[in-house]
């Protein structure tokens, strides 16, 4: 067998798990229930973040937060300060894409 499965969950309340950890990419997998947040950090790699449920509130850079759908796919530059939580009823959901890997991208930059 070539390919390689990497099995998520079907939400129905708060997930966050990581699904993937090649170095070519990272992908994590995110539900937020109202009012749940991840921490702030800052992105350590190129971000796409692929909203698939729900919507997700994402502020920038301490910039006026936006409000994302499912649908949308957000592309977030290196070393941005990122705030994501879900401020709606409905049970927010996304992937995040690392690429590459932030150990690949730190050493890119050496």
Do not use: C, W
């Not at 109202?34 to 698939?52: A, C």
Request: zero cysteines; a negative charge.
């Amino acid at each position: 067998m070539l390919e390689k499965l990497y099995p998520f969950t079907i939400p129905q309340k708060k997930v966050i798990e990581q699904l993937v950890g090649d170095d070519e990419v990272m992908i994590n997998h995110i539900a937020l229930e109202k009012g749940d947040t991840v921490p702030i950090h800052f992105s350590d790699s190129n971000v796409y973040l692929i909203i698939v449920g729900g919507t997700i509130t994402f502020i920038f850079d301490d910039q006026e937060a936006n409000h994302h759908k499912k649908g949308s796919i957000v592309k977030v530059p290196f070393h941005t300060k990122m705030n994501i939580s879900n401020t709606h009823d409905e049970l927010g959901e996304f992937f995040i894409i690392k690429a590459p890997h932030p150990r690949k991208y730190k050493e890119s930059l050496i």
